[in-house]
């Protein structure tokens, strides 16, 4: 099956869509990968941007704080 394939079953399928995908291919066109859903693509011509793609899905993973801002303008509420 075609990377692109895979991609699209991914991203199309509610139980695995918010997985971040990591494209790695020969093909140069990185926005058709963006474009379906991938979370980043590089190009097996370029070694070092492969640790580098890795490290970004690592930190993007890694849990961290959130912040919500609540709006309310009755004080009891609030």
């Known amino acids: 099956m075609l990377g692109w ?5 991914l991203k199309q399928d509610p139980t ?3 997985i971040p995908v990591q494209m790695l291919t ?3 066109d990185r926005q058709q990968g963006l474009a379906r859903g991938a ?9 070092d941007g492969l640790a ?4 970004r899905i690592k930190e993007y993973a890694t849990p961290r704080r959130k912040r919500l801002l ?3 303008d009755n004080p ?3």
């Open 5 to 9: 394939t895979v991609l699209n079953h």
């Open 26 to 28: 020969m093909d140069e």
């Open 70 to 72: 609540v709006v309310e």
């Open 76 to 78: 009891p509420s609030r």
């Open 52 to 55: 580098a793609a890795l490290t």
């Open 39 to 47: 979370f980043s693509f590089v190009t097996n011509r370029h070694p």
């Open 16 to 18: 695995t869509r918010h």
